[in-house]
């Protein structure tokens, strides 16, 4: 019963959160407000509503507000994973290098204008995020493997931050070199939702959703694997398969976010941490909650970034940062307390 009420306090704070980010910003509206142009929209009349209004909320703040849940949605379950299977609690999407590699190779779309053959200038972005992701945590993991044979936790950090640091170090001199993307890249690569409308959203959300749902499969897998890999193999798992399949999917989330929101990092380490301290390390329930967790964070980061500072808006980047930064730091020198 205790687990269903906290659940229940979780999904009550996403609405909230929700409905605070739609409703706070250069017009202020009430809850009201905000649940009348909703209803309006969605019912598909107008009724009384002013149509500025709606045209802000409906066009600008609602897409916004989902789009960063989904986005926080997507990181933090690829943040599940990647410390599931690496059995690291620090191990992520960010501090593995798939961020760095999605954002070099979605830079390398913006800046030479390709389009991939068959999916258009909207999907081109997303895929090149995927494929750059895929291929540097792939690299990182070989490398840290031939560096130490048991792949200890220390070893796969520190290789993936080495591994994040020469991308973003080619990041920054294609950057440089591209004085008329410049500051399309500088935005981009601190992270934010400005701009952001339903077309992003309808590109995030079936790869969430299918994402989730293939996941949600593998969740015994996953608790089997945080016991070690020994006690998987001596059931039955076909570790490298399922292995190769949980590392791609968490490529693909955290490529998609990248490449159509920018850096944002965090999210995928603290989310989960939080979730099992409330709620166990059974990843039926970790996994979903952790994308609860996950997206109402980035949605308050979200609101934060355009709120504390106004008209001024924080990358969100920097938002997740400054709560995350501590995060990792207390995380990392706890385990080494424990040893």
């Excluded at 017009?27 to 002013?50: F, H, Y």
């Excluded at 070099?104 to 999916?119: D, I, K, N, Q, Y």
């Amino acid at each position: 019963m205790k687990r269903i009420v906290k659940i229940l306090l979780a999904v009550a704070a996403a609405l909230l959160i929700l409905v605070g980010s739609i409703a706070v910003g250069s017009v202020n509206l009430s809850p009201g407000q905000v649940a009348e142009i909703l209803m309006a929209k969605l019912s598909g009349g107008s009724g009384t509503v002013d149509p500025n209004l709606s045209a802000i909320v409906w066009e600008m703040r609602f897409p916004r507000a989902v789009l960063a849940f989904l986005t926080g949605a997507a990181l933090s379950a690829s943040g599940t994973v990647m410390q599931s299977i690496l059995k690291n609690p620090l191990a992520s999407s960010y501090t593995l290098g798939v961020s760095s590699g999605a954002s070099l190779c979605a830079a390398l779309v913006m800046v030479t204008g390709v389009t991939f053959p068959l999916l258009g200038s909207l999907f081109t972005l997303p895929a090149a995020g995927f494929a750059g992701g895929l291929a540097t945590v792939f690299l990182a993991l070989a490398f840290a493997a031939r560096l130490d044979g048991k792949m200890e936790n220390q070893t796969v950090i520190l290789v993936g931050m080495v591994f994040s640091l020469f991308v973003n170090a080619i990041l920054t001199l294609i950057t440089a070199l591209s004085r008329e993307h410049l500051q399309q890249m500088v935005f981009w690569q601190m992270g934010g939702f400005t701009g952001r409308n339903w077309s992003h959203v309808a590109v995030m959300f079936p790869v969430l959703v299918l994402s989730m749902l293939v996941l949600q499969r593998f969740t015994p897998e996953m608790d089997i694997m945080s016991f070690g890999e020994e006690q998987a193999m001596s059931i039955g798992v076909d570790l490298k398969r399922i292995k190769l399949l949980l590392i791609g999917i968490a490529a693909l989330l955290t490529g998609t976010a990248v490449s159509l929101v920018g850096v944002i990092g965090f999210v995928d380490l603290i989310a989960p941490h939080v979730v099992r301290r409330i709620f166990g390390s059974s990843h039926r329930l970790v996994l979903p909650l952790s994308a609860l967790f996950g997206g109402t964070f980035l949605m308050l980061a979200e609101l934060v970034s355009r709120t504390v500072m106004a008209p001024t808006i924080i990358p969100v980047g920097a938002v997740t940062a400054l709560v995350g930064a501590p995060f990792f730091a207390l995380v990392f020198f706890r385990g080494r307390k424990l040893k």
